[in-house]
């Protein structure tokens, strides 16, 4: 198993619409997590940390569900400019690198 | 100004060819890094550096050097190229070293051998 998991999609979403993604992790000693985003032949970029209480930032979302080992994204309103692929980062206790789950490709559809 | 630069930005060359990547960073930071992302958009680490120090050196082969000369530079040597080293190469860098989680990433380099 994968230390973090992400549904690749793609996920196709209509323009105004809210999505969806999740990302799983197989350590439990996990320490941070984060969304960084990034765009086609781009380089990847910080979206946002995720809390363990949850935290918005604006039309995003991010939550931490530790029980059940994952993390979600929630884009809402989504805009023609949110199309990119999304990846989940993990960092581990005693593993002091960041792991990346292999991203979520969303596209907003007009 | 670029923060995190790294060059050439395409490179193609020919299998058995020894090749070398440049990265630069103008943010201050203590720590650098080099990430391999192959044609599944898989982002796997391969070496870091802090303050011109190796602290994570993933199952790399040998063929690859890091090359650190100061805390600003982190090159990347790679000998007898292959064909599964076709990749995007990214270049990082972030402040509190490996357990920061702001990496500021190069543009990457896009290495295609034949």
């Known amino acids: 198993r994968k230390e973090v998991e992400q549904d690749p999609g793609p996920f196709n979403v209509p323009e105004g619409a809210t999505v969806a993604f999740n990302c799983t992790y197989s350590?439990?000693?996990?320490?941070?997590f984060f969304w960084y985003r990034q765009d086609c032949r781009k380089e990847p970029k910080l979206l946002m940390s995720?809390?363990?209480s949850g935290n918005e930032d604006g039309r995003f979302t991010a939550q931490l569900n530790r029980a059940s080992q994952y993390i979600s994204l929630l884009i809402r309103d989504s805009k023609l400019s949110d199309s990119a692929t999304y990846l989940c980062v993990v960092i581990f206790f005693g593993n002091e690198k960041l792991t990346f789950g292999t991203g979520t490709r969303l596209t907003i559809i007009p | 100004d670029t923060a995190v630069s790294q060059t050439p930005k395409y490179l193609v060359t020919q299998m058995g060819n020894d090749k070398s990547i440049k990265c630069e960073q103008n943010l201050g930071h203590d720590t650098m890094y080099w990430y391999k992302q192959d044609s599944k958009k898989f982002l796997k680490i391969m070496f870091s550096y802090n303050n011109k120090e190796l602290i994570i050196n993933e199952t790399v082969p040998n063929r690859f050097s890091p090359k650190s000369p100061d805390k600003a530079h982190l090159n990347l040597h790679i000998n007898s190229l292959e064909l599964g080293d076709s990749a995007v190469y990214f270049c990082?860098?972030?402040?509190?070293?490996?357990?920061?989680?702001?990496?500021?990433f190069g543009a990457g380099s896009r290495l295609t051998v034949l």
């Open positions: 995720v809390y363990s």
């Open positions: 350590n439990s000693a996990s320490q941070s």
């Open positions: 990082a860098s972030s402040q509190l070293g490996p357990g920061a989680n702001v990496l500021t």
